[in-house]
């Protein structure tokens, strides 16, 4: 028996009543409106309104990356390239009722090929769309035109209804769909319709080039008020997890590596971008405060979708896995990143490496004159006035005229500088943003600043990369800033005197034995200063800054200075108060009033120089003390000025244009200049790089002969030397022009805006060489260093200039388009192919990251680790510690790697060999600051209980130097009839490793680079792939050719054989005993040398303060008989190589600067 509810449900035929009754009836009348309207016109026609606008009215270009993202109306497909599509229909799983059959659409457009899935109800909508379009151009429905005025080019779209079509129909239905499709994408105005771009599933980021294929693209819903990292501290939670409900609708668009959204009602602008990454996460969530939802994680930020059905979200989720399982694997495998860095090993990438500025600067140029698209550039200080080739004084080669060029050619430059904290070091890079951008007028140069040190609470770091990306394509990188100072060759010269004649006629003795001592000096500044003197007496004329002339001091009103006095008084510091006794020297000296703190060694600051701070009264840096030049003498060094005869007589005759402006007469002048240039004819030892044009065979070095004649006469027939050009030192204009012409150790950059005036001398002050490398990669390791640079940008336009859209999030390049450029033009030497990973030190307030990263410090720990010959490091800074669990202070482990390394080769009784160099001082004029730092170089080198020599000693190794040495760079040269000198200050950041591996970029070994949380940071870490047949510590190896030319092209410039190498000194095995034994006693030469002539700082002989301060005051040959010092220069010195003073104030406990001064108060992570 039935009970009630039954028979409702069935009627009297026993089929189902009630709603399914309701249902059914529906169904019927809705079949019956169909066809009663398929019966009316099967077809509806979508009439072309202008037949005009079928022409396109824009060219390929428009899609361009760098272009179509800044369309006021952006540009979608590629212009006169049709669309081909198919329709291939398949029923629903459960079949709907009004909608049973899905249809796959695949186009085809040009090389890009997909497809997408919509139903009846889709593609009518769009339909409808169009429709409106057509009745506002032509005031009448498409559904009112007859059937005979139909045209056969016109778009028919089918009336029938999905209900009516059955499995037989099918594919005729499908051909009718997509003939209508076909014709009405013929049409712009319909093409490019915002319905039509949703049917499609395509954007404005579709079909750029350069940016690869989407995967998948969709209006979805997104979550907002996720956590977006940043500062020292991530954004508030201003709600918890279930109260985030507000989801606004965005275009997402999945690409190879990443996925980005667009906001359609603003222009498609580009939003932040997730990059997959090592922590890159896709999970489907059915409650997520939404039904059918994906969150997705990065490093970066989290994001949740709300998807329609279950169906689209695993449509999503699918998509996404797959890319992280093809295209984007090698950024989510971390089987693929060795060293926990965020990019993977590139294979046969094109790379090229520079010693020295000159060439490097000179290829950047080349690649910012050949950039077609984009520029990327970040430094730690940038000049937009440096010239980058040499000597000119032509516009077209400064690096602002360079950028404002291509800017106007439709280039877009991003620049990312370090924002400094103003009061401490004057990098001026607001006013670098205001010059490029042209105060903002400029709408193709963006400059961004940071960090924003009060909300991020950053204050002691500093963004220390150095990079210029050409078209995310090319990438320079290592330790060269844009910025001046730091422009240099081979020849590391001292002078640069421009079109001015350089007296190489040494004057007479000017040793004095009752000569004022080092107190009396700074007694003397101290005064002067009070009664308003300047240290230098210049006057105040004003400069030519054309020429960048200073006027000559006045010496009635300037107390004569001893050589290195000043750099005494600043390596003693507070300490020099301890012999306030004997010295007599002012209390002053043992708190400076304005001490600043720094944050790299490349520092230049806006605070007072270092004879300011000995005085009274301390001047702070202000606009009312522009003239101000204070003299502080450094630890001297030399120039090399190479002058031919032929240069010598366009001297002459230049001098001779201006002898209206001699005191003397035209005759006297004329006699002399002969005079001089017959004695130089004659004397061809007057030239200080006449011991870099010869090595004299007769040379009093033994052991240079010695080691260079060892080994049979085979060997010597088999040696090959490379033949190396002298560089061509014109005397036209200055190489260093204004503010380039630089000496640290003298003074601090001041009034950088003032960029043509000289801050120095040039007559008397020699300038200070810098030594670095660089290099740089073309391939996909470009693009993983492109890659960097956007995921920090984004960062810091959402931290900084969020709601500000001209200021626009990037997007990095595909890594399937081919790289296409013609990069030979661009060098003049050939590429090595190598494999090539790029790393980095980056954090939460740097780049946005939850996870710290320090791939560089886990690469420098692996090479040192695994290295088998020997490990040469060259180094701005070498603060490290052997025991990182017991150190409080330093905690990267190089140090501790070193020490494990060079006790396995002791324990098997190999050779293993650890070249190090490093500048010989601190780059500061800041007394305190080279304390510091000089401080904790020497507490992991050689004193305490963490340094590398006590710790190998601990270990039973009974010379350390038969492992390990240290060395720093010198140079001399004649100025103005003085020997002067010169430390040639070392800023590198590198380290080569059995002549297959090297890691470069702009990383110092301190806790500041390797530790990840507080400088950012990138370098390289390359490894050979043409490789060779060498010999290492007398074994036949396998090295390669990138870090072997770059390894002996170092060793021969420190040796003095680069430019000719007469003795046929073979630098290949740095491994053997004899080559290990002769590199050391060059430098112990050079260094023995140095020191009788000039009495350099710092020094061995310096065992304590006490001996210091009476140091400077010891006779030497450049001031009791300059012409024998001279010719023991000539004849002795080799290159530029010294030791490095490792017993310089050995016999102090501590001379880390005074807890009363801002230097000792701030914390110990400044300097460490």
């Given at each position: 028996m039935n009970t009630p509810s039954e028979d409702n449900r069935n009627n009297e035929n026993g089929r189902p009543g009630g709603l399914f009754d309701f249902i059914e009836q529906t169904n019927v009348i809705g079949n019956v409106i169909a066809a009663a309207a398929s019966q009316k016109n099967s077809f509806e026609p979508l009439p072309f309104s202008n037949q005009s606008l079928f022409e396109e009215n824009y060219d390929e270009s428009c899609l361009n990356i760098n272009v179509n993202p800044f369309l006021d109306q952006k540009k979608v497909f590629i212009p006169n390239v049709p669309i081909d599509l198919s329709i291939t229909a398949e029923r629903k799983h459960g079949a709907h009722i009004f909608h049973p059959y899905n249809y796959t659409l695949c186009f085809t457009h040009g090389p890009f090929k997909w497809e997408v899935v919509r139903t009846y109800k889709d593609i009518k909508e769009c339909h409808r769309a169009l429709g409106k379009l057509v009745?506002?151009?032509?005031?009448?429905?498409?559904?009112?035109?007859?059937?005979?005025?139909?045209?056969?080019?016109?778009?028919?779209?089918?009336?029938?209804?999905?209900?009516?079509?059955?499995?037989?129909?099918?594919?005729?239905?499908?051909?009718?769909?997509?003939?209508?499709?076909?014709?009405?994408?013929?049409?712009?105005?319909?093409?490019?319709?915002?319905?039509?771009?949703?049917?499609?599933?395509?954007?404005?980021?579709?079909?750029?080039?350069?940016?690869?294929?989407?995967?998948?693209?969709?209006?979805?819903?997104?979550?907002?008020?996720?956590?977006?990292?940043?500062?020292?501290?991530?954004?508030?939670?201003?709600?918890?997890?279930?109260?985030?409900?507000?989801?606004?609708?965005?275009?997402?668009?999945?690409?190879?590596?990443?996925?980005?959204?667009?906001?359609?009602?603003?222009?498609?602008?580009?939003?932040?971008?997730?990059?997959?990454?090592?922590?890159?996460?896709?999970?489907?969530?059915?409650?997520?405060?939404?039904?059918?939802?994906?969150?997705?994680?990065?490093?970066?930020?989290?994001?949740?979708?709300?998807?329609?059905?279950?169906?689209?979200?695993?449509?999503?989720?699918?998509?996404?896995?797959?890319?992280?399982?093809?295209?984007?694997?090698?950024?989510?495998?971390?089987?693929?990143?060795?060293?926990?860095?965020?990019?993977?090993?590139?294979?046969?990438?094109?790379?090229?490496?520079?010693?020295?500025?000159?060439?490097?600067?000179?290829?950047?140029?080349?690649?910012?004159?050949?950039?077609?698209?984009?520029?990327?550039?970040?430094?730690?200080?940038?000049?937009?006035?440096?010239?980058?080739?040499?000597?000119?004084?032509?516009?077209?080669?400064?690096?602002?005229?360079?950028?404002?060029?291509?800017?106007?050619?439709?280039?877009?430059?991003?620049?990312?500088?370090?924002?400094?904290?103003?009061?401490?070091?004057?990098?001026?890079?607001?006013?670098?943003?205001?010059?490029?951008?042209?105060?903002?007028?400029?709408?193709?140069?963006?400059?961004?600043?940071?960090?924003?040190?009060?909300?991020?609470?950053?204050?002691?770091?500093?963004?220390?990369?150095?990079?210029?990306?050409?078209?995310?394509?090319?990438?320079?990188?290592?330790?060269?800033?844009?910025?001046?100072?730091?422009?240099?060759?081979?020849?590391?010269?001292?002078?640069?005197?421009?079109?001015?004649?350089?007296?190489?006629?040494?004057?007479?003795?000017?040793?004095?034995?009752?000569?004022?001592?080092?107190?009396?000096?700074?007694?003397?500044?101290?005064?002067?200063?009070?009664?308003?003197?300047?240290?230098?007496?210049?006057?105040?004329?004003?400069?030519?800054?054309?020429?960048?002339?200073?006027?000559?001091?006045?010496?009635?009103?300037?107390?004569?200075?001893?050589?290195?006095?000043?750099?005494?008084?600043?390596?003693?510091?507070?300490?020099?108060?301890?012999?306030?006794?004997?010295?007599?020297?002012?209390?002053?000296?043992?708190?400076?009033n304005n001490a600043s703190p720094v944050f790299q060694s490349d520092v230049p600051s806006n605070s007072a120089s270092l004879a300011s701070r000995f005085s009274l009264k301390s001047k702070s840096f202000n606009a009312g003390h522009k003239n101000e030049r204070i003299e502080m003498n450094p630890v001297s060094f030399n120039d090399v000025k190479l002058e031919t005869e032929e240069n010598m007589n366009k001297n002459l005759q230049s001098d001779l244009n201006e002898i209206d402006e001699i005191e003397f007469s035209k005759k006297e002048k004329v006699k002399r200049k002969l005079s001089r240039l017959k004695k130089t004819m004659k004397r061809k030892s007057h030239n200080p790089l006449s011991r870099l044009r010869r090595q004299s065979s007769n040379s009093d070095s033994d052991s240079y002969s010695d080691y260079s004649d060892s080994g049979d006469e085979e060997a010597k027939r088999s040696f090959t030397e490379e033949i190396v050009e002298y560089p061509n030192i014109s005397n036209e204009g200055y190489y260093w022009i204004g503010k380039d012409y630089c000496n640290s150790y003298k003074a601090d950059f001041k009034d950088v805006a003032q960029f043509y005036q000289d801050q120095f001398d040039r007559n008397s002050t020699p300038r200070m060489p810098w030594r670095d490398e660089g290099l740089v990669v073309i391939g996909e390791a470009a693009r993983d260093l492109a890659r960097h640079f956007i995921q920090r940008w984004n960062q810091c336009k959402r931290e900084k200039v969020r709601h500000i859209y001209a200021y626009p999030f990037l997007l990095p390049k595909s890594y399937e388009e081919p790289f296409d450029y013609d990069y030979k033009s661009w060098f003049k030497d050939q590429l090595i192919n190598c494999q090539v990973q790029m790393t980095r030190s980056l954090d939460a307030w740097s780049g946005g990251l939850s996870q710290t990263e320090c791939s560089i410090l886990n690469s420098y720990c692996d090479l040192i680790n695994n290295a088998e010959h020997f490990i040469y490091i060259e180094n701005q800074f070498f603060v490290t510690t052997t025991d990182p669990s017991r150190d409080n202070e330093v905690k990267n482990m190089v140090g501790n790697e070193l020490v494990k390394r060079i006790m396995r080769a002791f324990r098997d009784r190999k050779k293993f060999r650890v070249y190090v160099v490093l500048p010989l001082l601190p780059g500061f004029d800041n007394p305190n600051a080279i304390q510091a730092v000089q401080y904790y170089n020497l507490r992991s080198i050689v004193n305490g209980q963490f340094s590398i020599y006590q710790e190998l000693k601990n270990q039973g190794v009974p010379d350390p130097l038969e492992f390990i040495t240290f060395y720093g760079m010198r140079n001399w040269a004649v100025l103005?009839?003085?020997?002067?000198?010169?430390?040639?200050?070392?800023?590198?950041?590198?380290?080569?490793?059995?002549?297959?591996?090297?890691?470069?970029?702009?990383?110092?070994?301190?806790?500041?680079?390797?530790?990840?949380?507080?400088?950012?940071?990138?370098?390289?870490?390359?490894?050979?792939?043409?490789l060779f047949e060498s010999v290492l510590g007398g074994e036949k190896v396998m090295v390669g050719k990138y870090a072997n030319s770059l390894r002996k092209k170092i060793f021969k410039l420190h040796l003095g054989v680069y430019f000719n190498n007469p003795n046929k000194l073979d630098v290949q095995d740095c491994v053997s005993d004899e080559f290990y034994q002769h590199f050391r006693s060059v430098s112990a030469q050079n260094t023995k040398v140095y020191d009788e002539v000039f009495k350099c700082l710092p020094s061995d002989n310096i065992i304590n303060f006490e001996t210091l301060a009476t140091y400077v005051d010891q006779p030497c040959l450049s001031k009791t008989d300059p012409v024998k010092g001279k010719k023991e220069l000539d004849e002795k010195v080799k290159g530029f190589l010294v030791d490095f003073p490792l017993q310089f104030l050995c016999k102090e406990k501590s001379f880390f600067p005074d807890i009363r001064t801002p230097e000792g108060l701030v914390p110990i992570a400044m300097w460490t």
């Open positions: 009745k506002q151009d032509m005031g009448y429905s498409c559904s009112d035109i007859r059937k005979e005025d139909f045209k056969p080019e016109w778009p028919l779209f089918p009336n029938e209804h999905d209900n009516l079509i059955n499995s037989e129909m099918i594919g005729e239905r499908c051909k009718h769909l997509a003939e209508y499709l076909k014709r009405m994408l013929t049409y712009p105005p319909f093409r490019d319709h915002p319905s039509t771009l949703y049917l499609l599933g395509v954007s404005p980021l579709s079909f750029i080039r350069g940016i690869g294929l989407s995967h998948v693209e969709c209006l979805i819903p997104k979550r907002t008020g996720d956590n977006v990292y940043y500062g020292h501290f991530s954004q508030l939670k201003l709600c918890c997890e279930q109260l985030k409900f507000r989801y606004t609708k965005r275009w997402f668009i999945l690409k190879d590596t990443y996925i980005v959204y667009t906001n359609t009602k603003l222009n498609n602008l580009t939003g932040f971008s997730m990059m997959v990454d090592r922590a890159f996460r896709c999970d489907m969530k059915i409650k997520a405060g939404a039904y059918h939802a994906i969150e997705i994680r990065n490093l970066q930020r989290n994001l949740i979708l709300k998807f329609k059905s279950s169906h689209q979200q695993k449509h999503w989720f699918d998509k996404i896995n797959k890319c992280l399982n093809t295209t984007a694997r090698c950024f989510h495998d971390v089987s693929l990143m060795p060293n926990g860095s965020y990019a993977p090993v590139r294979k046969k990438q094109l790379c090229k490496w520079y010693v020295n500025s000159a060439q490097y600067m000179e290829h950047v140029m080349n690649g910012l004159n050949n950039a077609k698209e984009e520029i990327f550039i970040t430094d730690w200080w940038f000049s937009p006035e440096l010239l980058l080739k040499r000597p000119t004084e032509d516009l077209q080669y400064r690096l602002d005229k360079i950028l404002l060029k291509k800017s106007r050619e439709g280039v877009k430059v991003y620049i990312m500088l370090f924002k400094e904290v103003s009061f401490a070091i004057g990098l001026l890079s607001y006013r670098v943003k205001q010059l490029l951008t042209q105060k903002g007028a400029n709408p193709n140069i963006k400059v961004l600043r940071h960090p924003e040190h009060s909300p991020s609470g950053v204050f002691l770091w500093s963004h220390h990369e150095k990079m210029v990306i050409i078209d995310q394509s090319v990438a320079f990188m290592g330790g060269i800033d844009l910025c001046f100072g730091r422009w240099d060759d081979d020849l590391h010269r001292l002078i640069d005197l421009g079109r001015r004649e350089n007296r190489t006629e040494l004057d007479p003795p000017s040793y004095q034995p009752n000569a004022p001592n080092l107190a009396q000096i700074v007694d003397q500044i101290k005064d002067s200063r009070e009664r308003g003197v300047d240290v230098e007496g210049q006057d105040n004329g004003e400069n030519n800054e054309a020429k960048g002339d200073v006027a000559k001091p006045d010496s009635k009103n300037v107390p004569t200075s001893k050589p290195d006095s000043l750099i005494v008084a600043a390596l003693m510091g507070n300490s020099i108060a301890k012999f306030k006794a004997k010295n007599r020297l002012n209390s002053q000296l043992s708190a400076p103005m009839g003085k020997l002067v000198q010169e430390i040639i200050y070392v800023h590198s950041k590198l380290m080569i490793v059995d002549d297959k591996y090297v890691i470069c970029g702009s990383a110092n070994i301190n806790d500041r680079s390797l530790l990840g949380k507080r400088d950012s940071e990138v370098a390289a870490v390359i490894k050979d792939e043409e």
